[in-house]
């Protein structure tokens, strides 16, 4: 009886999985994530991981990097991310923990056939302001996907979650309340 909750890259294996084995689903999430093997927001995503260095100058530097992604989220939490997410050098730069050939191989197969498959409550977060799901996409996915309602996280785009944690929240604990059996 998982409620099976997936963002970004996580959340094409939360619906990938569920399709294909729901045994132990009861429920699935799936925050801002599109079935699409490319669209134009993950494509200008990819070609900036090409583009930029691993190495930042100083941890303000990340904290820019991070805001330019997700404006909107708390500058405490941006500093946060910023220390989780890199490790310092001797010389006071830091380093994105990241294996950059895991992001740079990252396939996205076409996975539109997969969502009919899915048979359990399914809820579609999307950020509103999203670049990646677009909400015309969304609506597509919940039309195929039984079962499924879809919200918008305003303020949000697709780090909604760390943009306006308190609206995606609020909206997983009520669909795990009317999910569970």
């Known amino acids: 009886n998982v409620v099976l909750v997936g963002h970004s890259a996580g ?13 132990r689903v009861s429920g699935l999430v799936i925050i801002d994530m599109d079935p699409d093997p490319v669209n134009p927001g ?8 090409r583009e930029e260095g691993d ?17 909107n989220t708390d500058e405490n939490f941006l500093h946060y991310l910023a220390e989780v997410m890199t490790n310092p050098l001797p010389d006071g730069r830091r380093v994105w ?35 990646l799901l677009r909400s015309d996409v969304a609506e597509r996915m919940k039309d195929i996907i039984p079962s499924c309602s879809l919200v918008e996280i305003p303020n949000g785009g697709h780090w909604c979650l760390n943009e306006n944690p308190d609206a995606v929240i609020n909206q997983l604990e009520n669909f795990i309340e009317q999910t569970r059996p």
């Open 97 to 131: 923990k990241r294996d950059r050939q895991i992001i740079l191989e990252y396939e996205r197969p076409d996975a539109w056939a997969t969502l009919a498959k899915i048979k359990v409550n399914t809820l579609i977060i999307r950020g509103a302001n999203s670049p």
């Open 11 to 23: 959340g094409k294996y939360a619906f990938t999985h569920t399709a294909n084995d729901d045994s």
């Open 42 to 49: 993950s494509g200008n995503m990819f070609i900036r991981y």
């Open 55 to 71: 190495e930042w100058p100083d941890i303000q530097s990340v904290v820019e990097r991070l805001r330019s992604r997700e404006p």
